[in-house]
């Protein structure tokens, strides 16, 4: 089993930054591929960023890339999505998940922390 608690969180303006933290539980946190989900309201969850515990390698889904950036510290069971540039379309609960497979598909990922949520103002 793996825990996953999200923070970070906040109420900022256009254009600002935030950073977004994941923190897991168990001593296996490096061998699982990390992803930052989102949900908007009244909208589906969607992919944001993933790393992949093999080799760090990442992806982002479109409308993030350039902006956002995820990274991992395996000594603290910690991934990271750095947000910058954001914008009110970002405004959502983001949440980190675990799944064993680098990959965009949301039922890959087995382990979900709470959420958190961040809104952007214009």
């Known amino acids: 089993q793996v825990q996953l608690v999200e923070s970070g969180g906040g109420f900022v303006q256009a254009g600002d930054s935030l950073r977004l933290s994941c923190t897991a539980s168990g001593r296996t946190f490096s061998m699982y591929t990390m992803g930052w989900f989102r949900q908007a309201p009244g909208l589906e969850h969607e992919f944001v960023a993933r790393i992949s515990g093999s080799d760090d390698s990442t992806g982002y889904r479109d409308s993030v890339k350039g902006r956002f950036t995820i990274s991992r510290d395996n000594a603290k069971n910690t991934v990271y999505l750095q947000m910058n540039s954001l914008k009110p379309e970002d405004t959502a609960v983001y949440y980190c998940?675990?799944?064993?497979?680098?990959?965009?598909?949301?039922?890959?990922?087995?382990?979900w922390g709470q959420g958190t949520q961040v809104t952007v103002s214009s």
């Open positions: 998940a675990a799944g064993r497979w680098a990959t965009v598909a949301i039922g890959q990922y087995a382990y």
